[in-house]
């Protein structure tokens, strides 16, 4: 299952806020710029928790009470919120920022300028030379050769390891489908992409599977499942690929 939470410092806050409210929504480059940003922050306060039988849970949101479905609606879009202050003192007392006491406390000066390029820049938590071994793999690849997947053909992009999910639930992806089906690998992209139809704005997510198929995969009545969890991927802006190596 998928939760949500973040905090984020004053003075980076002040700095994202500063460069949104350069941005003019009505021009299309300045849509995406926001897109962007917003659908990061969106992504690092996002987590998943697993967990066991018989504790798993897949909500049913159709049938979720709607006072609950707008808790969650106004918790979840105001994330990242404001740290709490013992870490502020903390950033403060390190002389990383300034702090500003008033009728609020506010933190909102850093002590040494950075450009909203290189916070952009770090909130894609990323190593790019990490080394992975089988051992050391946080994911649960569902054989050997999905590992080989990892390991050996995108052996040149190590980064892999970090940003692909393993045995993802397929019914996280979009509503119409029960849980207890996953995908080998996937990743969903951390931008949000702008939906217009006339007067109507919708934020979409958008990502890719990579699915191994193995020789059952040749059954008629597999063929058919796997054609309709592609449509399903399709509708919500998955693209499924299936590698041969």
Same mark, same amino acid.
């Given at each position: 299952?998928?939760?949500?939470?973040?905090?984020?410092?004053?003075?980076?806050?002040?700095?994202?806020?500063?460069?949104?409210?350069?941005?003019?929504?009505?021009?299309?480059?300045?849509?995406?710029?926001?897109?962007?940003?917003?659908?990061?922050?969106?992504?690092?306060?996002?987590?998943?928790?697993?967990?066991?039988?018989?504790?798993?849970?897949?909500?049913?949101?159709?049938?979720?009470?709607?006072?609950?479905?707008?808790?969650?609606?106004?918790?979840?879009?105001?994330?990242?919120?404001?740290?709490?202050?013992?870490?502020?003192?903390?950033?403060?007392?390190?002389?990383?920022?300034? #702090?500003?006491?008033?009728?609020? %406390?506010?933190?909102?000066? +850093? &002590?040494?300028?950075?450009?909203?390029?290189? @916070? /952009? *820049?770090?909130?894609?938590?990323?190593?790019?030379?990490?080394?992975?071994?089988?051992?050391?793999?946080?994911?649960?690849?569902? #054989?050997?050769?999905?590992?080989? %997947?990892?390991?050996?053909? +995108? &052996?040149?992009?190590?980064?892999?390891?970090? @940003? /692909? *999910?393993?045995?993802?639930?397929?019914?996280?992806?979009?509503?119409?489908?029960?849980?207890?089906?996953?995908?080998?690998?996937?990743?969903?992209?951390?931008?949000?992409?702008?939906?217009?139809?006339?007067?109507?704005?919708?934020?979409?997510?958008?990502?890719?599977?990579?699915?191994?198929?193995?020789?059952?995969?040749?059954?008629?009545?597999?063929?058919?499942?796997?054609?309709?969890?592609?449509?399903?991927?399709?509708?919500?802006?998955?693209?499924?690929?299936?590698?041969?190596?």
């Amino acid at each position: 299952m998928q939760l949500k939470a973040g905090y984020i410092i004053d003075a980076i806050g002040k700095v994202i806020t500063d460069y949104k409210s350069n941005l003019n929504r009505r021009i299309p480059t300045d849509q995406i710029k926001l897109d962007q940003i917003n659908g990061l922050l969106q992504y690092v306060s996002s987590f998943d928790v697993e967990f066991p039988p018989p504790y798993q849970h897949y909500p049913d949101f159709k049938t979720l009470k709607p006072v609950l479905a707008t808790l969650n609606n106004i918790i979840t879009r105001g994330l990242p919120t404001r740290a709490p202050i013992i870490l502020e003192n903390l950033f403060s007392e390190i002389n990383l920022i300034e #702090s500003k006491i008033d009728d609020e %406390f506010n933190y909102p000066v +850093l &002590k040494k300028e950075i450009p909203f390029d290189t @916070i /952009f *820049q770090l909130l894609h938590i990323l190593e790019p030379k990490l080394e992975i071994s089988e051992n050391q793999y946080g994911g649960l690849p569902g #054989s050997f050769s999905e590992w080989k %997947f990892l390991d050996v053909a +995108l &052996k040149d992009f190590p980064f892999a390891k970090q @940003i /692909f *999910q393993s045995q993802r639930d397929l019914a996280t992806i979009g509503n119409g489908l029960a849980g207890g089906r996953t995908l080998d690998f996937s990743f969903e992209f951390p931008y949000l992409i702008t939906n217009s139809v006339g007067n109507l704005t919708d934020k979409q997510k958008q990502g890719i599977i990579f699915e191994f198929d193995g020789p059952h995969h040749q059954l008629k009545t597999v063929k058919y499942f796997d054609n309709y969890r592609d449509e399903f991927a399709d509708e919500n802006n998955f693209e499924t690929l299936r590698p041969i190596f």
